[in-house]
């Protein structure tokens, strides 16, 4: 990702958007009982480099458009929303 992206989050949600363009990449939301759901809405380039190189499960896929896929993995088991980010960037987002 480009320079200009950031994660903006509180405790409950997380989004990852690039600020210079508002282009949306990632949400993190939390169920509440410790459980976070990641979402993903890539270009079809990236969507096929995050099938063949990340970690994540992916438990469905959709074709929005032409220029955007969308993916869900599987949820993460995390403490706070911090924790999950992180295992997001390191472990599903590897572009």
Request: net charge positive.
């Amino acid at each position: 990702m480009k320079k200009t992206s950031a994660w903006i989050y509180n405790k409950e949600e997380a989004v990852f958007i690039d600020l210079s363009t508002g282009r949306f990449y990632a949400h993190i939301c939390n169920d509440g009982d410790g459980k976070y759901y990641n979402s993903f809405w890539l270009t079809p380039w990236r969507a096929v480099k995050f099938w063949l190189r990340s970690r994540a499960i992916v438990v469905s896929v959709s074709f929005v458009s032409p220029l955007c896929i969308y993916f869900a993995t599987i949820r993460l088991k995390c403490s706070q929303m911090k924790e999950a980010i992180s295992m997001t960037e390191n472990d599903f987002f590897p572009l």
